[in-house]
């Protein structure tokens, strides 16, 4: 189970690179592109600035389930200096536990959420003849909070500070 684990973070590891570099990559190009249009012909594209929001939007979450996994994250450590062993193993374990909680509650009420903009068919911006739906655009939150219970769900069960 635990190699099962180690292979699924992999390969979870190298498709949210692809999908922030990608991400970055477009937001970099678009943001360019909106630019050179707005500033040397006096136009740009209508859909492009909302679309933008959007793609940062994908981002930030994108980036919380990356530095979930990366253990960048921000953290309060009261107790990592004044507990040592078995204890410390402890709140360590509890605190990925808390964690794996609210990122599981934040997938279930932004799953929910996305849910409602589905039902409710708001629509995001129209490009082209085309209407593109909020509801696939804000995919990502459920995505990464899933992603980051999964990580911290692994913190528990595989790693502690002390052993890596």
């Not at 190298?14 to 190009?29: C, G, I």
């Not at 360019?32 to 859909?47: C, D, E, H, I």
């Not at 990356?66 to 360590?92: N, R």
Request: charged share 15%.
């Amino acid at each position: 189970m635990k190699k099962f684990l180690l292979l699924t973070e992999r390969k979870i590891d190298l498709f949210e690179k692809a999908v922030l570099l990608s991400l970055l990559f477009s937001m970099t190009f678009l943001s360019f592109l909106q630019f050179f249009l707005r500033f040397f012909f006096n136009s740009g594209l209508m859909w492009m600035d909302t679309f933008l929001r959007y793609l940062v939007l994908n981002t930030a979450m994108f980036s919380v389930a990356y530095v979930s996994q990366k253990g960048s994250h921000f953290a309060l450590e009261l107790l990592s200096k004044k507990v040592q062993g078995k204890s410390l193993i402890f709140f360590e374990k509890s605190a990925y536990f808390c964690a794996f909680l609210a990122s599981s509650i934040l997938f279930l009420s932004s799953l929910y959420f996305v849910k409602a903009e589905y039902e409710s068919v708001s629509i995001a911006f129209s490009a082209f003849g085309l209407e593109v739906r909020a509801f696939i655009l804000q995919l990502c939150m459920p995505i990464s909070f899933f992603l980051s219970s999964f990580h911290f769900f692994n913190k528990m069960l595989l790693q502690t500070k002390t052993e890596q």
